[in-house]
């Protein structure tokens, strides 16, 4: 469909008001969390010290979160921290949580365009916008730190947006930042592409979609095989934790081809016989099929766009990726959203496509409220909760630490809490307590959460250092404790 000048509107009103009201609600989550100290090392602490390094002009070495250093790079070939990183001498820790927030909303307005530029009713259009931010998969990304999948996972509208339009630059211009965000997005778009290839397949960009989606294979093969494994030590790829799959990418066909009942299986099985996780998959399988994938069963093409990121996750031997928590989600929700309501766009009775809306707009209401209350796998349900008091407060002093945060030095290496960590990561180094090495300062909130240690190595690594005497204490009240070294040059 070629685009028509009298459709690029601004948005209306109605939709702009809901915007704002989401936009208030989405910060109230991930601003709040990071004001309350309830943001971690893993992954906004080590983002925010990238962002130090690159915006240096230096590699990042990942010292804030391994003991012994690699690239950053190695472990997620994440480009788009390095474009954002000047943004971060204006707003430090807080700069990627910003971008995070601002992306999910103009996701939204991409999702509202598309179905304007595709001569729907605003009100089918406003819909589709709202569907959008009510799935689930945002409010998981949005109690959890940031990362930049979350930031590529939400341009994806605007892909459809172009390709309706036949805007060539913004097309090349989107697909590359989401090439540049996560080495697994360039295979994620080899699916979109191909599906989007599917849907415009007697567009005259037909062939330019095509050749696309072979371009970001292409860029997949090249960052997981040669650019990672070069940069990693040991010449491995770091992030392939598929044992159902073996040990290497390239052991993927064979485990295709020799054991494809076993994977099946472990598409809704605990594959791995972990303990204490019994459901998890079954509960995912069940909440997106409810927001709005059931619904997808009727169009398979969008079924095909988002068949690498369940794989990934429910093959994965993190037990953390198969549920319906942090960020683990976001991919699906463009796909819901351009997907669900392109299939009620073409329901000819009036009447029945609003009752269809209104009950997927519920359903996705209701989805989203339950995976902040009853969950199988376990969620930080302060982190979600905004309609109860524990998410508006603290359990770290928030007065007191600000008060030993000023008696940091911009450029002291710090070994420090995860939960303090993102708020001063923007420095050379800040590693990850119980890692010391060389830092002049011990930064601790001993009474919140000990992570990645449990309570009694935390409390026993702490004591350590109190008694060895080579530590003063500088602040030790409100539950904040901040150590210099004595013997520090």
Known sequence: MMWKPELDIPI??????????????????????????RTDALDLGAYVNATYDYSHGKWNDSSS???????????????????????SWLFKDWTLLLLQWLAILAG???????F????????????????????????????????????AAVLVPFLFVAVEQQRQKSFFGILLLILLAKESMSLWMFFVLTGLWWIYRVHPWRKLIVLSALVSLGWFYCVT?????ALSEGGRLTQFKFSILGERLVDVWSAVFHHPKALIDALFENHLGAAGISGV???????????????????????????PI?????????????????????????????GVFSILQDVTFDKMRRRVVICCLLLAAAVSVRCMDHTAVWVRRENIRVYQPKHWQSLTNRNAVKQAMKLLPSDATIAVQSCLQPHVAWRD????????????????????DTYPLIREDFDRAKDSLLSSGKWNTIVNRDGILLLERSDKQ
């Open 12 to 37: 209306d009103r109605k939709s702009f008001s809901i915007l704002l009201l989401f936009a208030l609600l989405f910060a109230s989550i991930s601003f709040v969390n990071h004001y309350n100290f």
């Open 65 to 87: 979160f391994l003991e012994h250093p690699a690239n950053f790079l190695s472990d997620h070939f994440d480009l788009l921290v390095i474009l954002f990183s000047p943004l």
């Open 108 to 114: 939204a307005i991409g999702v509202y365009r598309y």
């Open 116 to 151: 304007i530029f595709r001569q729907t009713s605003i009100a089918f259009a406003r819909s589709a916008m709202l569907f959008y931010l009510l799935q689930f998969g945002i409010y998981g990304a949005l109690s959890f730190n940031y990362h930049s999948s979350v930031v």
């Open 225 to 229: 095989s040669v650019i990672m494994p």
């Open 281 to 307: 998959k079954a509960e995912f399988i069940v909440l997106f099929l409810l927001s709005g994938a059931g619904v997808l069963l009727a169009r398979p093409i969008f079924i095909w766009m988002v068949v």
């Open 310 to 338: 369940f794989l990934m996750k429910m093959w994965s031997d993190r037990t953390l990726l198969w549920g319906i928590n942090y960020h683990y989600n976001i991919e699906f929700v463009p796909i819901l959203a351009i």
């Open 429 to 448: 180094n800040a590693y990850l307590f119980p890692v010391v090495k060389e830092a002049t300062y011990v930064f601790l909130s001993p009474a919140t």
